[in-house]
C-alpha cells in the first residue's frame, strides 16, 4: 500500500515563522498499512517555529447570563374583581371586620355596609392534570428536562442555547467532585449534569454509523489494547462517541478542551461519570486552558503513546514542557489546518522526533467536515446569535478554501449577495466560476454588512479595516484560531465593549458608530452553535483509524516526518457512510478493472487525485 508522504516544501506557509537553513526533503517512500489496520478495515457486508509560542487559543469571554425562569406548570390562582362601588380609594371610609369575619365600610355619616367578600378560586385544568397524573414520575421528568430547567439560571442545554452558564461561579478547579465509582480524576463544570450529556451522547451515536460500525467490528481484537491517548479536541457529544470507541477498541484516554467556549458541560460531566478523566468547561480562562492540558498530560506513572491533537497546542505544550515524554510518543494525529501547519514547522526545523498522520488535508476531513458541515453551521451560528435575514445583505468571504466554499454557497443560497476575498489565483478562479465576485477587502469593507474569516492566515482583519466597518456590521470567524481577526486592537480605552448576549459583543466607537463581535473572533460554529453529527462521524472514525495505524505501525514504518491518510482508508470511511442513505455501490467486471489497471476493491483513485 503506498502512503503519500507530504514533504515540508510542499507545506502551506505558515505567517508567523521564518525558518532558514532547511534541508531539503527526502524521497517519499513506499509505505503500507499496518496488519490491525486492514483487519479494522474488513468490507462492510453487503458491499508556527517550535520555539514560538503557540497561536492563543480560542479562549471566549466568561459565559452570559443563565436561561430565563422556567415556564409554571402548577394551575393559576385568580380573584373574583371586586365591584366598582366599594370606593376604597375613598379616605372617608374606614375599614371594620364585619362580626362574622367579612370586611365592613363605615361612611362618614356614621352607615356601616358589608363590603363584598373576595372569593378566591382555584383554576383547573382538568384534563392537563388527570394526563398528567397518567405519566410514571421518571418519564415525566425525562419528557421535560429539555423545556425546563432546574432553576431560572442553571440551563442543561447544549451550545445551541444563547446562554450555558451556572448560578454557582465557583471554578471547577476550586470543587471538590467525585463521580458515582468514587474517582476525583477529572474537572468538569458540574459532575451532576452527567445524566443530561449521556442523553446527548445517545442522540449522536444514532447520526455516526461508522464509528458504531468500528465500534462492533474491532472491539475484539482490540486494536488499541495498551494505547494511552492525550486527546486535545472540541469536547462535544461527537468528540465523547469517539473516545468510548476508542475506549472500547482497548485505549486508555484523557482529554482536554482545544477551544474553551466550545465544552457542552453536559457531556463532560457524562464522560467523567463513564470514568474518562476530562478537564474542560465551558468559558475556562487563559490559564484554565493550559491547566487542563497538564493535568491531562501531567500525571504520574502515566506515560502517553499517542496524541490525538485539534490545533496542535497539546502537541506543543509536550515538546516545549516535557521533552522526554514526547520523544516517548508513536505517534500524533493532526486534524486543523493550523496544527498541521505547526507540525510542519518542528519538521522543517528537524525537530519532530515522532510520525505524524495529517488528518486535515485527508479528503474525508476535507471534502466533507471543511465544506459540508460549513455549508450547514455558518447560518446556524450567524441565526442563533443576531437572529439576523440573510436576504438582500452583503458579505464578504475571506478565503475561497473549503470552508470558504461551504460559506458561501449557504449564505448565497439564502439570497445574499457575496463577496470573496483570495490569495491563490486557483481558488480565485474557483470563486469566479461560481458567481462570486473577488475583491479587495478595502474595496467593500465600508458597505458589507457581515465579515466572515476562513484563511487559517493572521491579521486578516486589522483595525483599520475594523475603523471602516459601517454601523452594526457583523463579524466572525470560521477558522480555528482566534488570529485572523486583530481583536486585541480593539482593546483599547476609547472603544467601549458590550455584553449582549453569551458570544456576542458590540463595540462601540466614541461617535456611536458599532460592530456586532461574535464569541472574540473564535471559532463561530463550534462557539456560538453546533454541528452536524453526521459530518463528524465522517472526521471522527478517520481519527479512529489513522490511530490504529499508527500505533499498530512496526518499527520504521513511518519515520519523523507528517503522512497523508492511505486511499484505502479514505475509502473505507465513505463506504461506512453509505448505507444511511440506502447506496449501492456499483462494482467494477474484471474486464473493466483490467481495463483501468484497478484492483476490483480499490483504492479507485491516486493519491494526486483531488476530487
Known amino acids: 500500500m503506498s502512503v503519500q508522504v507530504v514533504s515540508a516544501a510542499a507545506a502551506a506557509k505558515v505567517p508567523e515563522v521564518e525558518l532558514k537553513d532547511l534541508s531539503p526533503a527526502e524521497a517519499e ?156 480524576d477529572f474537572c468538569v463544570k458540574n459532575i451532576k449534569q452527567a445524566e443530561f450529556g449521556r442523553r446527548e451522547i445517545e442522540i449522536a451515536e444514532q447520526e455516526m454509523p461508522a464509528l458504531m460500525a468500528l465500534r462492533k467490528r474491532a472491539q475484539g481484537e482490540k486494536p488499541l489494547a495498551g494505547a494511552k491517548i492525550v486527546g486535545c479536541t472540541h469536547i462535544t457529544a461527537q468528540t465523547a462517541v469517539l473516545m468510548e470507541t476508542l475506549g472500547a477498541l482497548g485505549a486508555q484516554c484523557r482529554w482536554a478542551a482545544c477551544n474553551i467556549y466550545s465544552t457542552l458541560n453536559e457531556v463532560a460531566a457524562a464522560l467523567a461519570e463513564n470514568g474518562f478523566p476530562v478537564f474542560a468547561w465551558k468559558g475556562e480562562s487563559e490559564d484554565d486552558f493550559w491547566w487542563c492540558i497538564d493535568r491531562c498530560v501531567n500525571v504520574e506513572g502515566w506515560q502517553p503513546n499517542m496524541i490525538l491533537d485539534d490545533g496542535g497546542d497539546l502537541t506543543h505544550w509536550i515538546y516545549k514542557k516535557y521533552p522526554n515524554m514526547f520523544k516517548k510518543i508513536k505517534g500524533i494525529v493532526e486534524e486543523s489546518v493550523t496544527g498541521v501547519h505547526r507540525l510542519y514547522q518542528l519538521s522543517k526545523a528537524g525537530k519532530l522526533c515522532v510520525p505524524a498522520m495529517n488528518v486535515n488535508d485527508s479528503v474525508t476531513k476535507q471534502k466533507f467536515d471543511n465544506l459540508y458541515c460549513c455549508r450547514e453551521s455558518i447560518l446556524d451560528g450567524l441565526k442563533r446569535t443576531t437572529d439576523m435575514m440573510f436576504g438582500g445583505k452583503q458579505v464578504v468571504v475571506c478565503g475561497y478554501g473549503e470552508v470558504g466554499k461551504g460559506c458561501c454557497a449557504a449564505l448565497k443560497a439564502m439570497g445574499s449577495i457575496v463577496y470573496v476575498t483570495e490569495i491563490d489565483p486557483i481558488c480565485a478562479l474557483q470563486a469566479c466560476m461560481d458567481g462570486f465576485r473577488l475583491v479587495k477587502l478595502n474595496e467593500v469593507i465600508r458597505q458589507v454588512d457581515i465579515v466572515i474569516t476562513c484563511t487559517g492566515n493572521k491579521n486578516v482583519v486589522t483595525r483599520e479595516h475594523l475603523d ?123 474486464e473493466q478493472a483490467k481495463y483501468l489497471g484497478l484492483n476490483k476493491n480499490g483504492p479507485f483513485k491516486p493519491n494526486y487525485y483531488r476530487y
Open 29 to 184: 517512500p513506499q509505505l503500507g498499512l499496518s496488519t490491525a489496520a486492514v483487519s479494522a478495515m474488513a468490507p462492510p457486508a453487503g458491499g508556527g517555529d517550535p520555539e514560538a509560542p503557540a497561536p492563543a487559543a480560542e479562549r471566549p469571554p466568561a459565559p452570559g447570563p443563565g436561561s430565563g425562569p422556567a415556564a409554571a406548570l402548577s394551575p393559576a390562582a385568580g380573584k373574583v374583581p371586586q365591584a366598582s362601588a366599594m370606593k376604597r380609594s375613598d379616605p372617608h371610609h374606614q375599614h371594620q371586620r364585619h362580626r362574622d369575619g367579612g370586611e365592613a365600610l363605615v361612611s362618614p355619616d356614621g352607615t356601616v355596609t358589608e363590603a363584598p367578600r373576595t372569593v378566591k378560586k382555584q383554576i383547573q385544568f382538568a384534563d392537563q392534570k388527570q394526563e398528567f397524573n397518567k405519566r410514571p414520575t421518571k418519564i415525566g421528568r425525562r419528557s421535560l428536562s429539555r423545556s425546563i430547567s432546574q432553576s431560572s439560571t442553571d440551563s442543561y442545554s447544549s451550545a445551541a442555547s444563547y446562554t450555558d452558564s451556572s448560578d454557582d461561579e465557583t471554578s471547577p478547579r476550586d470543587k471538590q467532585q467525585k463521580n458515582s465509582k468514587g474517582s476525583s
Open 468 to 590: 471602516r466597518m459601517k454601523n452594526s456590521c457583523i463579524v466572525c470567524n470560521m477558522g480555528h484560531s482566534n488570529t485572523e481577526i486583530d481583536v486585541a486592537s480593539l482593546r483599547t480605552p476609547e472603544l467601549t465593549w458590550e455584553r449582549v448576549r453569551s458570544q456576542v459583543d458590540h463595540v462601540i466607537w466614541p461617535d456611536g458608530k458599532r460592530i456586532v463581535l461574535l464569541a472574540e473572533g473564535r471559532l463561530l460554529n463550534l462557539s456560538c452553535s453546533t454541528v452536524p453529527t453526521f459530518v463528524l462521524s465522517i472526521t471522527a472514525t478517520t481519527q479512529a483509524l489513522a490511530l490504529i495505524e499508527l500505533y499498530n505501525a512496526p518499527e520504521g514504518r513511518y519515520k519523523q516526518d507528517v503522512y497523508l491518510l492511505p486511499k484505502k482508508m479514505d475509502e473505507y470511511v465513505a463506504s461506512l457512510h453509505l448505507p444511511t442513505f440506502d447506496a449501492h455501490l456499483t462494482e467494477l467486471t474484471d
